[in-house]
Structure formats: C-alpha cells, structure tokens
C-alpha cells in the first residue's frame, strides 16, 4: 500500500511538472508573439533546407500577411491569397494555401497554430529556450514542431516534421518595420508580362 502511494505521489509530482513546464512554453510562444506581432510589420532574412529544397531569402511580416523573396521566387499572402512568382519562366500561380504551405514559406506562422491543438513542453538553452510541439491530432499537416527562441523573444529556428519529412527553417536580422497592406499584395502593374495561372 505505502509502494502505491508514493508511486501516484511521484507521478502526481510528474504531471504537475510537466504541466509547469507546458505552461512556461506557452509564455514564452506567447511573448514571442508579441514582439512577432508588431502593428506596423517586421522582416528578416531566412534559410530552408529539408522536405522543400534548399534556399534562402527575405521575409516581411505583419500579423497573419507575408511577402518572401528568394533568387527563384516571389510570394505574396495577403492572409487569405497566396500569389507566387516563378522567375524563370514568368508564371504567377494564385493559390489558397492550406496551413502545410503557409508553414513552409513563412517561419511566423507558428505564431497562430501554437494556440489550440499541441501540447507544448520547453527546454533550458543558455542563450534561450527550445519549445516541443506535438500536435494531439496526427492527422494535422505539421505534427510536430521544434521552435528554438532567444532571450529576445526573437524566434532563431523552427524545425517542423509533416508527413514526408523535417524541414529547418533559420532566422536572422529580425526587425521591426512600417509595411504597408500592398506588401502582401501581388500587382500586376509591376510584372506586366507575367502569365497568371489561377489555381483556387
């Protein structure tokens, strides 16, 4: 009887920890957020390697919109369209893009999906934290997240696992910046000989 009650004292002890831990993790996403969230807009620079090539570029920001420039390609995601500018062949394809293809191309996007549907966990680091996200449904398009942060609250690197694989995605030269609406906004004045394929 007395083995019994010090094993759930140990694992009442375990759950209370991890809790903690779960709701520190969620703390620090939650100030990370913030400082992600500014009214007028941030940049940064990013590379990806993994389940989607490798390559590198600029990204701006302003809360759920995106423009990302690469050598290859230009994307715009006003938070409902996604418009993407093939260089090589001048082709702009227009797409909804799904939660997977947000992800890939805009590193902040964890920023929104952290909020419902993963358990979270944290780990020291000496110059911040890395944050554990499993999502509770493996049906999600990314089941699994690693989301190292500095003592900044700027995020450093996110490591997500989806269905075919991992992807890396580093950040860099976080800054806040004044971005107007038409960043996120593909205009066609600008590319006037670019084909328009309309994929929605």
């Known amino acids: 009887m007395k083995r019994l009650s010090f094993l759930l004292m140990?694992?009442?002890?375990?759950l209370c920890v991890n809790a903690q831990n779960s709701t520190e993790a969620?703390?620090?996403?939650?100030?990370t957020a913030a400082v992600i969230n500014k009214k007028n807009g941030a940049s940064a620079n990013f590379t990806i390697s993994g389940k989607y090539g490798n390559t590198s570029g600029t990204i701006a920001i302003k809360g759920n919109k995106f423009n990302a420039r690469t050598s290859e390609s230009i994307v715009w995601y006003d938070g409902k369209t996604q418009w993407t500018y093939v260089k090589n062949?001048?082709?702009v394809n227009v797409s909804?893009?799904?939660?997977?293809?947000?992800?890939?191309?805009?590193p902040y996007k964890f920023i929104n999906i952290y909020k419902s549907g993963y358990t979270l966990?944290?780990?020291?680091?000496?110059?911040?934290?890395?944050?554990?996200?499993?999502?509770?449904?493996?049906n999600r398009a990314i089941k699994e997240m690693y989301i190292t942060i500095g003592k900044n609250y700027y995020p450093k690197e996110v490591r997500m696992r989806q269905s075919k694989g991992w992807s890396t995605i580093k950040v860099s030269n976080f800054k806040s910046a004044n971005l107007s609406d038409a960043t996120f906004r593909f205009n066609s004045k600008d590319y006037p000989n670019a084909e328009v394929v309309d994929l929605r």
């Open 121 to 138: 966990s944290k780990k020291d680091l000496s110059d911040g934290w890395e944050i554990h996200l499993t999502a509770t449904n493996q």
């Open 96 to 106: 909804t893009p799904n939660e997977a293809q947000q992800q890939s191309m805009n």
């Open 89 to 91: 062949n001048q082709e």
């Open 10 to 14: 140990v694992l009442a002890l375990a």
């Open 26 to 31: 969620r703390k620090i996403l939650d100030k």
